[in-house]
């Protein structure tokens, strides 16, 4: 099966933002666009003004990942506003409120996500499951780049795919994390939709991104054919 690909912005140049999208703009599946505060993880990156000057230089559909402690309708809202196509919400942030989120969602007219931290198990999400537009599986502990890929995820990610077969669910899945040379074959022999790219395999090749994804495509199919 031949995987999408969803750049992951926090990975990108932020000198140089309108050039690295202008030349990501004709391959992209998605964009991946982390929304952190420092307390959900030690990291702090984008937010909802930067969703809304990208918005202005690219039709390609953002995936917003909000990891953001103590999750609010106000910090959705605000990413809806700025012209997200996908809300991704952690699981554990949702808590009771998981379907006053999706209500929200889907009443703007925008596909609802769920983010699956590595220890979190797929049976939690089986009453609201067929509304999950898609599924992020995180590689990693939400947070940085660079961290080890933590195998059990690919199970799950089977599980996934055989529970949408089997019930007739349309989420997308997609992996978040972990993915590089000694991975990528095992990643994309889980049948995965996308896979999100950042530092490693696609903006530390070439500073022209359209030469970088030309690159981070050759070297998929090297590692997965290893």
């Known amino acids: 099966m031949k995987q999408k690909f969803a750049p992951s912005l926090m ?20 964009y991946h666009v982390d929304v952190i505060d420092w307390h959900y993880a030690r990291n702090m990156c984008l937010s909802p003004q930067f969703i809304g000057q990208l918005r202005k230089i690219t039709e390609t559909p953002l995936d917003v990942h909000l990891m953001v402690q103590d999750l609010g309708m106000e910090i959705v809202e605000a990413v809806c506003d700025a ?21 929200y969602i889907k009443g703007r007219g925008k596909k609802f996500g769920v983010v699956l931290g590595p220890e979190a198990p797929l049976s939690a999400l089986q009453y609201y499951l067929k509304e999950v537009d898609l599924l992020t599986f995180m590689g990693v502990t939400p947070g940085f780049a660079k961290q080890s890929l933590i195998e059990p995820v690919l199970d799950k990610i089977r599980e996934a795919h055989a529970l949408r077969e089997r019930m007739g669910y349309t989420f ?3 992996i978040d ?7 990528m074959k095992k990643v994309s022999e889980t049948g995965v939709d996308i896979i999100i790219m950042g530092a490693t395999c696609l903006f530390s090749q070439d500073h022209d991104m359209g030469v970088a994804w030309k690159k981070m495509l050759a070297d998929y199919e090297e590692w997965i054919h290893e």
């Open 83 to 103: 012209g997200a196509d996908i809300i991704s919400l952690p699981l554990e942030e949702m808590g009771r409120n998981v379907f006053k989120y999706i209500s």
């Open 11 to 30: 990975a990108m140049d932020l000198m140089n933002v309108q050039e690295q999208i202008e030349g990501l703009n004709p391959y992209a599946y998605y």
């Open 172 to 174: 997308e899945t997609q």
């Open 177 to 183: 994390g972990g993915c590089h040379r000694a991975t």
